[in-house]
């Protein structure tokens, strides 16, 4: 059975640093693209960040990049979301979700965070205070 278990998340300041891990059983991250994402009250869910899972490609939406970075250790079978300089705007509970097909559809490439991922673990509460 396919799952994804996504933790890390809790209580940061203005500033702060959080890790979050994306754990995955059932099968393998190598053929995989694996996405963070996340959606705050009353807004709507979007794409943060996601990897193939070689780590060949990397995407970060403009409102993290510079400040988050995605990884993957294929030993542990875990993807990670490093998340430096934290704001109350990235308030959200962050999903982690992966996809068997996306590396070989050209539309992964150019819209990621629009894929229609398969898999997706529950969410883990990020909360930044001002």
């Known amino acids: 059975e396919v799952q994804l278990q996504a933790s890390g998340g809790g209580l940061v300041q203005n500033g702060g640093s959080l890790r979050l891990s994306c754990a995955a059983s059932g099968f393998t991250f190598d053929d995989y693209a694996i996405g963070w994402f996340r959606q705050a009250p009353g807004k709507e869910r979007e794409g943060v960040s996601c990897i193939s899972g070689r780590a060949d490609r990397t995407y970060y939406a403009d409102s993290v990049r510079g400040r988050f970075t995605i990884s993957i250790n294929n030993a542990k079978n875990t993807v990670y979301l490093q998340m430096d300089s934290l704001k109350p705007e990235d308030t959200a509970v962050y999903y982690c979700?992966?996809?068997?097909?996306?590396?070989?559809?050209?539309?992964?490439?150019?819209?990621?965070?629009?894929?229609?991922?398969?898999?997706w673990g529950q969410g883990t509460l990020v909360t930044v205070s001002s």
């Open positions: 979700a992966a996809d068997a097909s996306a590396l070989y559809d050209s539309s992964w490439y150019h819209k990621p965070f629009r894929y229609g991922y398969a898999y």
